[in-house]
Nanobody, 130 residues
Framework: QVQLVESGGGLVQAGGSLRLSCAAS????????MGWFRQAPGKEREFVAA????????YYQDSVKGRFTVSRDNAKNTVSLQMNSLKPEDTAVYYC???????????????????????WGQGTQVTVSS
C-alpha cells in the first residue's frame, strides 16, 4: 500500500522558517517526480514546488522562488521543502505528491498540474502569523 506522510508543519512568525518532510512508502519512488502543493482556506489547491526523479531540475511557483527549496533523498524515499522568509500568505495545508515519470523528462508545466500526480499525502498545516 502506497503511503505519503508529511511532517514538519506548525506555527511560525513571519520571516521565520520551517522544513517540511514527506516520507513515501509502499514502493520505490526513485524514478518519480515529487511535488508540493498547498491549499489555503477558501482557495483551490495550488502548485508550490516540484523536483525531478534525479534532482536535475526543480520548479517553483513564482511567489516562493528564492524563499523555498525542494530536495529529495531517493535512498530514503523522502522529499523535503525548506521554507524561509515565510509570509502570512504562505499559510495553508501543504501536501506532497508523486508523479510517475519513469525517469523521463517532463516540463515544468507538467509538474505544476495536479493531474500529473497519482499519490497524495494527507497534508500538514503551516500557519504564519504576522
Amino acid at each position: 500500500q502506497v503511503q505519503l506522510v508529511e511532517s514538519g508543519g506548525g506555527l511560525v512568525q513571519a520571516g521565520g522558517s520551517l522544513r517540511l518532510s514527506c516520507a513515501a512508502s509502499g514502493r520505490s519512488f526513485s524514478m518519480d517526480g515529487m511535488g508540493w502543493f498547498r491549499q489555503a482556506p477558501g482557495k483551490e489547491r495550488e502548485f508550490v514546488a516540484a523536483i525531478t526523479w534525479n534532482s536535475s531540475s526543480a520548479y517553483y511557483q513564482d511567489s516562493v522562488k528564492g524563499r523555498f527549496t525542494v530536495s529529495r533523498d531517493n535512498a530514503k524515499n523522502t522529499v523535503s521543502l525548506q521554507m524561509n522568509s515565510l509570509k502570512p500568505e504562505d499559510t495553508a495545508v501543504y501536501y506532497c505528491a508523486t508523479a510517475r515519470t519513469w525517469g523521463a523528462f517532463h516540463s515544468g508545466t507538467f509538474y505544476s498540474q495536479e493531474r500529473s500526480y497519482d499519490y497524495w499525502g494527507q497534508g500538514t498545516q503551516v500557519t504564519v502569523s504576522s
